[in-house]
């Protein structure tokens, strides 16, 4: 018995040991691995066609919870490049993931890690001592901070700038590359009579500083705002309601209001007591659009819906969370068409 | 003359041209860089503010958590579940000549131990983990852990006192098993705590196009059902490690919704017992030989993409079978059994399903038999063949949050005892915390 097994386990390791170097694929390429589809269309935009990019989450699913199946580990376990977004968005499985890869390239400090969420623009960073009574409430902020396209803009620089380090040959493709990904995005946030006038840097810098508007008007050009400010520029100050708080970087960007979610706390399902007092809100704030992601059941939201006459906005907070979300600029461009013409509507 | 007055003049003009064109371009080239270097300087002083320092010295600490698992448990036997467990044909009594421990569930309310769990990423070689179990008057170092982080092609090293890679249960722990309680496979073959032992583990992940992994242990055998050395005059002194293990596990890749596993194990050591068959309190036989075991395990899992389970689907199955090759190296009652063999072959299987049928909601279904094969060779020469024993179970869980939960179980136990066959019920109300480090889950 014991003999045979032996015999068997040795022929399976010569079977392999000699298939092992067959699977390689094409062997200059590198294997960029990202955590999440945002990530993944992001970095495809960055590297082109110098690296395999591919993402664990599907689009489909909450990026909370992801089961660290074994096909993930295989991936990583070939993997040149990891990139999360960080902020344990992961937390609940990117360390099995890493860890029974046992790819040193890969592991948390080492270069070939990635974590997008340096140098973003950070919100819901607690200003209180965090516990667990309070929800799913990220020690490090809120992590959907990919929903900015500003913070969308700085993930790319940030990979742009890793995989130059990495990959020091193929910077000049990066960075050419970068720009016009920075360009595509401004153009798509501003419109391209204020892009070609004043370059989108500059645009982002002034709306930073909040004299964008001055600006524009100073130099007569208000009716050139195109883009997506353009488009939710006439509802600045409104109030919406989410399911999580997992839009507030969508909304925060573009001058939106969000009094109060669906959720009573992050990652609570929602109870008739607290949706009392959603449509107390609703009512009182005149609020006119629910928006959530298509993962959340639309019960709450439906119920609300009828108390109130409030429009139910579903929109995928992800790459491929739904058919025609297939890019991050696409992704956040439904979102902006779709709650503008909820806003529109009333 | 003039020529070349008007030759120099529109040198001059062509080159000045040129070199005014040439830095406006430039200018405004750097104007734009200016403006896209401007806003990340404005950026980052913004991000100044929120960036929290502390998250980036999280690695240093030392991530802990604390598991506390309250039940309320009754089953309508006489003597006590785990005493009737001890009675199963075939599986009974192996006695190392000390007392032992049942972790014994008592009708009423219960306390299973506080799980306390460390562990920390030690220096660039290294992580380490440690799991005590503590309980009144009582504590036991369930897990403690080194492993490499650095070792070439796909090796990894473990040592210090784990449980065994083999099966897929034996690696949880009670927090996470999907039942109240184990499989009966497992708790009447290996024990209350599974196969956990000191010893190292080598393992490898092969560079396959899917997910196949072989491990290797090398282990001191201290498990008092089936791999056990017993101090004692009359049995041969054995050199640890006594106890092999290998085992491989195969996953193919199914697309993003679907995630299946086979494993296979395979364990040989060296077993020892000594009994006391007239019961005088003292013993009065011992065995010495070899326990073979092979097992096999299956697990399929469902992903519906719902929210919190909600649509999930596992099937999960292990099989196990073991024979205890055993040799009487004395017997003080009857001297003539000395040097004869006593045989025993036993074997099991669980299967079980769950079903996510509302967001944080679970039911679930298990049934499993024991002594399918179930035969024992005697040292007087007879040789017996047992019945099998079942168990169904069903249970309902409600995770109220990642760290909680409520389970409700009932249980219908068929079992072959000696003094004939037993019939019952069990039920248990468990209430279940996890407070500290947020756990992430192996698959």
């Given at each position: 018995?014991?003999?045979?097994?032996?015999?068997?386990?040795?022929?399976?390791?010569?079977?392999?040991?000699?298939?092992?170097?067959?699977?390689?694929?094409?062997?200059?390429?590198?294997?960029?691995?990202?955590?999440?589809t945002?990530?993944?269309?992001?970095?495809?935009?960055?590297?082109?066609?110098?690296?395999?990019?591919?993402?664990?989450?599907s689009?489909?699913?909450?990026?909370?919870?992801?089961?660290?199946?074994?096909?993930?580990?295989?991936?990583?376990?070939?993997?040149?490049?990891?990139?999360?977004?960080?902020?344990?968005?992961?937390?609940?499985?990117?360390?099995?993931?890493?860890?029974?890869?046992?790819?040193?390239?890969?592991?948390?400090?080492?270069?070939?890690?990635?974590?997008?969420?340096?140098?973003?623009?950070?919100?819901?960073?607690?200003?209180?001592?965090v516990?667990?009574?309070?929800?799913?409430?990220?020690p490090?902020?809120n992590?959907?901070?990919?929903?900015?396209?500003?913070?969308?803009?700085?993930?790319?620089?940030?990979?742009?700038?890793?995989?130059?380090?990495?990959?020091?040959?193929?910077?000049?493709?990066?960075?050419?590359?970068?720009?016009?990904?920075?360009?595509?995005?401004?153009?798509?946030?501003?419109?391209?009579?204020?892009?070609?006038?004043?370059?989108?840097?500059r645009?982002?810098?002034?709306?930073?500083?909040?004299?964008?508007?001055?600006?524009?008007?100073?130099?007569?050009?208000?009716?050139?705002?195109?883009?997506?400010?353009?488009?939710?520029?006439?509802?600045?100050?409104?109030?919406?309601?989410?399911?999580?708080?997992?839009?507030?970087?969508?909304?925060?960007?573009?001058?939106?209001?969000?009094?109060?979610?669906?959720?009573?706390?992050?990652?609570?399902?929602?109870?008739?007591?607290?949706?009392?007092?959603?449509?107390?809100?609703?009512?009182?704030?005149?609020?006119?659009?629910?928006?959530?992601?298509p993962?959340?059941?639309?019960?709450?939201a439906?119920?609300v819906?009828?108390?109130?006459?409030?429009?139910v906005?579903?929109?995928?907070?992800?790459?491929?969370?739904?058919?025609?979300?297939?890019?991050?600029?696409?992704?956040?461009?439904?979102a902006?068409?779709?709650l503008?013409?909820?806003?529109?509507?009333? | 003359?003039?020529?070349?007055?008007?030759?120099w003049?529109?040198l001059?003009?062509?080159?000045?041209?040129?070199?005014?064109?040439?830095s406006?371009?430039?200018?405004?080239?750097?104007?734009?860089?200016?403006?896209?270097?401007?806003?990340?300087?404005?950026?980052?002083s913004?991000?100044?503010?929120?960036?929290?320092?502390?998250?980036?010295?999280?690695?240093?600490d030392?991530d802990?958590?604390?598991?506390?698992?309250?039940?309320?448990?009754?089953?309508?036997?006489?003597?006590?579940?785990?005493?009737?467990?001890?009675?199963?044909?075939?599986?009974?009594?192996?006695?190392?000549?000390?007392?032992?421990?049942?972790?014994?569930?008592?009708?009423?309310?219960?306390?299973?131990?506080?799980?306390?769990?460390?562990s920390?990423?030690?220096?660039?070689?290294?992580?380490?983990?440690?799991?005590?179990?503590?309980?009144?008057?009582?504590?036991?170092?369930?897990?403690?852990v080194?492993?490499?982080?650095?070792?070439?092609?796909?090796?990894?090293?473990?040592?210090?006192?784990?449980?065994?890679?083999?099966?897929?249960?034996?690696?949880?722990?009670?927090?996470?098993?999907?039942f109240?309680?184990?499989?009966?496979?497992?708790?009447?073959?290996?024990?209350?705590h599974?196969?956990?032992?000191?010893?190292?583990?080598?393992?490898?992940l092969?560079?396959?196009?899917?997910?196949?992994?072989?491990?290797?242990?090398?282990?001191?055998?201290?498990?008092?059902?089936?791999?056990?050395?017993?101090?004692?005059?009359?049995?041969?002194?054995?050199?640890?490690?006594?106890?092999?293990?290998?085992?491989i596990?195969?996953?193919?890749?199914?697309?993003?919704?679907?995630?299946?596993?086979?494993?296979?194990?395979?364990?040989?050591g060296?077993?020892?017992?000594?009994?006391d068959?007239?019961?005088?309190?003292?013993?009065?036989?011992?065995?010495?030989?070899?326990?073979?075991?092979?097992?096999?395990?299956?697990?399929?899992?469902?992903?519906?993409?719902?929210?919190?389970?909600?649509?999930?689907?596992?099937?999960?199955?292990?099989?196990?079978?073991?024979?205890?090759?055993?040799?009487?190296?004395?017997?003080?009652?009857?001297?003539?059994?000395?040097?004869?063999?006593?045989?025993e072959?036993?074997?099991?299987?669980?299967?079980?399903?769950?079903?996510?049928?509302?967001?944080?909601?679970?039911a679930?279904?298990?049934?499993?038999?024991?002594?399918?094969?179930?035969d024992?060779e005697?040292?007087?020469?007879?040789?017996?063949s047992?019945?099998?024993?079942?168990?169904?179970?069903?249970?309902?869980?409600?995770?109220?949050?990642?760290?909680?939960?409520?389970?409700?179980?009932?249980?219908?136990?068929?079992?072959?005892?000696?003094?004939?066959?037993?019939?019952?019920?069990?039920?248990?109300?468990?209430?279940?915390?996890?407070?500290?480090?947020?756990?992430?889950?192996d698959?």
């Amino acid at each position: 018995m014991s003999n045979k097994i032996k015999h068997f386990g040795l022929l399976f390791i010569l079977v392999f040991a000699i298939l092992s170097p067959v699977h390689a694929g094409e062997p200059d390429k590198a294997t960029i691995l990202t955590t999440t589809t945002d990530l993944a269309d992001i970095t495809k935009a960055i590297a082109g066609d110098k690296a395999i990019v591919k993402s664990i989450a599907s689009g489909k699913e909450d990026p909370h919870f992801l089961t660290a199946k074994p096909g993930f580990i295989v991936q990583a376990r070939d993997a040149n490049v990891w990139i999360r977004i960080g902020l344990d968005l992961e937390v609940g499985w990117e360390s099995p993931i890493l860890r029974d890869s046992r790819n040193l390239r890969i592991q948390e400090g080492a270069p070939g890690h990635i974590d997008a969420s340096a140098g973003v623009m950070v919100l819901d960073v607690p200003q209180q001592r965090v516990t667990r009574d309070m929800g799913d409430v990220h020690p490090y902020g809120n992590p959907h901070y990919w929903l900015d396209p500003l913070n969308g803009r700085i993930m790319a620089k940030t990979i742009a700038n890793r995989l130059s380090e990495l990959y020091p040959e193929q910077k000049a493709i990066f960075q050419t590359n970068l720009k016009a990904f920075e360009k595509a995005l401004d153009l798509r946030m501003f419109g391209k009579a204020l892009v070609s006038r004043y370059g989108g840097a500059r645009l982002w810098k002034l709306h930073l500083k909040g004299n964008l508007l001055q600006t524009l008007d100073a130099d007569g050009q208000r009716n050139e705002l195109a883009g997506w400010y353009g488009m939710l520029i006439p509802y600045q100050g409104y109030s919406i309601v989410t399911y999580h708080r997992s839009w507030i970087y969508l909304t925060e960007r573009f001058g939106l209001k969000t009094p109060i979610e669906l959720e009573p706390k992050p990652g609570v399902p929602p109870g008739s007591k607290h949706l009392a007092r959603v449509i107390e809100t609703v009512k009182n704030v005149q609020i006119h659009v629910i928006l959530q992601e298509p993962f959340y059941s639309r019960k709450a939201a439906d119920l609300v819906s009828e108390k109130t006459g409030v429009t139910v906005v579903v929109c995928p907070n992800t790459v491929n969370g739904a058919a025609e979300a297939n890019s991050y600029l696409e992704l956040i461009d439904i979102a902006v068409r779709n709650l503008t013409k909820a806003l529109e509507i009333r | 003359m003039k020529r070349l007055a008007m030759f120099w003049f529109a040198l001059v003009l062509v080159v000045g041209t040129v070199s005014a064109a040439h830095s406006f371009a430039q200018d405004n080239a750097g104007q734009g860089e200016s403006d896209e270097e401007s806003l990340y300087e404005a950026i980052k002083s913004k991000v100044k503010k929120t960036d929290d320092s502390n998250r980036l010295v999280r690695g240093l600490d030392l991530d802990a958590s604390v598991v506390i698992d309250a039940f309320y448990y009754h089953d309508d036997t006489d003597e006590g579940m785990a005493h009737v467990k001890e009675e199963i044909l075939g599986f009974g009594h192996s006695h190392g000549g000390e007392d032992h421990d049942h972790s014994e569930v008592e009708n009423g309310f219960n306390l299973r131990h506080i799980e306390l769990g460390l562990s920390a990423e030690v220096d660039p070689y290294f992580r380490a983990w440690t799991t005590l179990a503590i309980e009144d008057g009582n504590s036991e170092i369930e897990e403690a852990v080194i492993q490499t982080t650095s070792l070439p092609y796909g090796l990894t090293l473990s040592g210090g006192k784990f449980y065994s890679g083999i099966g897929r249960i034996n690696r949880q722990h009670s927090h996470n098993w999907d039942f109240f309680d184990q499989p009966l496979v497992y708790e009447l073959m290996f024990g209350p705590h599974g196969l956990q032992e000191k010893g190292a583990q080598l393992s490898w992940l092969a560079p396959t196009p899917f997910y196949l992994l072989f491990g290797a242990e090398a282990l001191n055998g201290e498990n008092e059902k089936m791999f056990q050395h017993v101090e004692a005059d009359e049995l041969p002194s054995k050199d640890g490690p006594r106890l092999w293990t290998s085992f491989i596990k195969f996953s193919p890749g199914l697309g993003d919704r679907h995630a299946m596993q086979f494993g296979l194990s395979y364990a040989t050591g060296y077993h020892q017992e000594a009994h006391d068959g007239n019961e005088d309190g003292t013993n009065d036989h011992w065995l010495h030989g070899r326990t073979h075991l092979w097992g096999a395990d299956f697990v399929y899992k469902y992903d519906d993409r719902k929210k919190n389970g909600h649509g999930d689907f596992v099937l999960q199955a292990e099989y196990y079978n073991r024979k205890k090759d055993l040799e009487v190296e004395q017997h003080d009652l009857v001297p003539a059994f000395t040097g004869r063999d006593k045989i025993e072959n036993q074997d099991g299987y669980y299967v079980q399903a769950l079903y996510g049928f509302a967001p944080r909601w679970r039911a679930g279904l298990r049934w499993e038999q024991v002594g399918l094969t179930n035969d024992v060779e005697l040292p007087d020469m007879t040789e017996e063949s047992y019945g099998s024993s079942s168990r169904g179970a069903a249970m309902l869980d409600w995770k109220l949050s990642e760290f909680s939960l409520l389970r409700l179980q009932s249980a219908r136990c068929d079992f072959e005892l000696e003094d004939g066959d037993q019939k019952a019920w069990e039920f248990a109300l468990q209430w279940q915390v996890t407070f500290g480090k947020h756990s992430a889950h192996d698959f």
